[in-house]
């Protein structure tokens, strides 16, 4: 995003005009909005840092309601946690691959060398050190399904380092990322929008492969990443054997409004299944069930079985 603010302002300024308003990345002066707030809490060169030092000095409390130093082990720290206006904003250290935390960690758990796509919408800016270096690409075609090994055309956007001050969106259902190590030790701030909606929709992660024809790229699906109240309850209602739960599940895996819902619960039926040709009867309903990710994970299930037909 090429707006730049030059004014500067609190963390608890650009919370309270963030939850005066409200965030929706699908309007375009809602996104103006949030992009000219999270400049000028960039351009407020100190509150970080003193922030940092408070914490360890034990002189102020992690943010209410919030565990500062979550997510990623000690790499990220949730600076105003999911509320009022449908965001969460949260610091990132971004260690560069001479750091002895990277080398004992890994590129993988310092949040490199996974090409990823968004549940939802991230506005993410450079604040501190020479940035990371990242690699953007956008879905040509639909939507991924989700099941291992699914194939995704995507187009090349671009490359550039996440430095001081520069300023990315990050598409829900749409972008896809792939994070390198930064030359030295490096901060970024994201402004996420949250919603009760985006507990139904998956992140997947990619292993990028580029095509021998045409110089194309594209991502074979290697993880699907999301998860909901509700799938943890369906999984323990059927394996507590309550009443009425068998059937739950077998509406939700045929009509549900989010695929991986119905893929929980066809999952939840195979588990209490009590042999393979039953787990294979399972697995046959749920190809014919109309989802493209619950067809793909139902074939190779099956084809895992190999039951007799």
């Known amino acids: 995003m090429t707006r730049r603010d030059p004014a500067s302002a609190t963390l608890a300024e650009c919370a ?5 308003w409200g965030f929706d990345p699908h309007e375009e002066e809602s ?12 351009n407020d060169r100190q509150f970080l840092g003193d922030m940092l030092i408070d914490m360890l000095d034990g002189l102020t409390p992690a943010p209410e309601g919030a565990d500062a130093l ?3 082990g000690s ?14 904003i949260r610091a990132r250290v971004w260690l560069p691959a001479q750091d002895r935390l990277f080398q004992r960690s890994g590129a993988a758990a310092c949040g490199y060398g996974q090409a990823h796509d968004f549940a939802g919408d991230v506005l993410t800016l450079g604040y501190f050190g020479p940035g990371y ?16 090994g699914e194939r995704v055309a995507l187009r090349f956007v671009g490359r550039g380092l996440l430095e001081q001050g520069r300023l990315l969106h990050y598409r829900s259902q749409r972008d896809v990322q792939l994070r390198h190590p930064p030359e030295a030790l490096s901060l970024s701030i994201d402004l996420e929008h949250t919603h009760p909606e985006q507990s139904w929709r998956s992140r997947h992660d990619f292993a990028l492969v580029r095509e021998r024809q045409g110089g ?8 699907l990443n999301g998860h909901g109240p509700s799938e943890s309850l369906l999984r323990i209602a059927l394996g507590l054997g309550a009443e009425g739960a068998e059937a739950l599940a077998a509406h939700f895996g045929r009509h549900h409004g989010s695929e991986r819902m119905r893929l929980v619960a066809w999952q939840a039926l195979a588990a209490q299944a009590g042999d393979d040709a039953a787990r294979d009867a399972v697995w046959r309903a749920a190809e014919q069930c109309g989802s493209r990710l619950v067809a793909g994970v139902a074939g190779r299930r099956r084809a895992a079985l190999d039951v007799a037909s």
């Open 16 to 20: 309270e005009a963030l939850a005066t």
């Open 31 to 42: 996104l103006a909005h949030a992009a000219s707030w999270l400049q000028r809490l960039g």
């Open 70 to 72: 979550a997510g990623s």
């Open 75 to 88: 790499r990220t720290i949730m600076l105003v946690p999911p509320g009022p206006g449908h965001f969460l």
């Open 133 to 148: 270096l990242g690699e953007d690409y956008e879905y040509e075609e639909t939507v991924p399904a989700g099941y291992p």
């Open 216 to 223: 194309g790229v594209c991502g074979h699906v290697t993880g």
